[in-house]
């Protein structure tokens, strides 16, 4: 069964530091998404992608935070400088518009 | 823009017994309503989903919920819980096959012996 795949699964960093987030969605799936889920809570939405344009990043603190889908399939997400306060697991989906969105394992990401 | 309520954020049981997790929204158009289930350290599962139709959705490991438009509730029972069926579950919606999801704070279900 096709998944999304995610990478790596757990980070730990110092703050300050940069740190790059990898994710390869299900083949053929446009659509991407990068979410934030913060311990206790539900995701939020960072970033979304159809094909290798963001069609929606207004949550995304884009003063540290990066990201891209060059080539329209898989993505990177990008923290420079991580702060304390980035501690979360992101989470990864994709989706081909059929109202169901596949999420991958997770980055966990610790910041110290 | 959508918001999600989900008033427990922990519900203990005993294995066997039944189940509801409640799940509330609000929204000014449409939306499509999801559960989703998350293992501890893992990613988002897809438990059930209201598209249109029935307003009740069963999933194959027993679940179900109903859509309740006048309440706008999207509630998720289960006749008989596992020990297995301890996890998170989040209660999300969207407003179209491309939108983002909103999801609630969620619910941790806690099966006992």
């Known amino acids: 069964e096709a998944e999304v795949a995610q990478s790596p699964r757990y980070k730990i960093t110092e703050k300050s530091q940069a740190v790059a987030f990898w994710c390869d969605p299900i083949?053929?799936?446009?659509?991407l998404y990068w979410y934030r889920q913060i311990l206790g809570q539900g995701p939020e939405l960072l970033v979304q992608f159809q094909d290798e344009s963001v069609v929606d990043d207004s949550q995304l603190p884009k003063d540290r935070f990066s990201a891209e889908r060059l080539k329209g399939v898989d993505s990177t997400l990008k923290i420079q400088p991580a702060e304390l306060g980035d501690s979360a697991m992101y989470l990864c989906a994709s989706t081909t518009g059929d109202n169901e969105q596949f999420f991958g394992p997770g980055t966990r990401l610790t910041v110290l | 823009a959508q918001s999600v309520t989900q008033l427990d954020s922990q519900v203990p049981v005993f294995e066997e017994a039944p189940v509801e997790l409640r799940c509330n929204y609000s929204s000014s158009v449409s939306v499509y309503l999801f559960w989703y289930v998350q293992y501890p350290n893992q990613g988002l599962q897809l438990l059930l989903k209201y598209l249109s139709g029935s307003t009740l959705v069963e999933s194959i490991n027993g679940f179900e919920a109903e859509f309740n438009k006048s309440q706008t509730s999207f509630h998720l029972r289960k006749p008989s819980v596992h020990i297995s069926d301890t996890a998170e579950y989040f209660c999300?919606?969207?407003?179209?096959?491309?939108?983002?999801?909103?999801f609630g704070k969620g619910t941790m279900l806690l099966v006992s012996p």
């Open positions: 083949s053929g799936h446009a659509t």
């Open positions: 999300a919606v969207s407003v179209s096959g491309y939108s983002t999801l909103t």
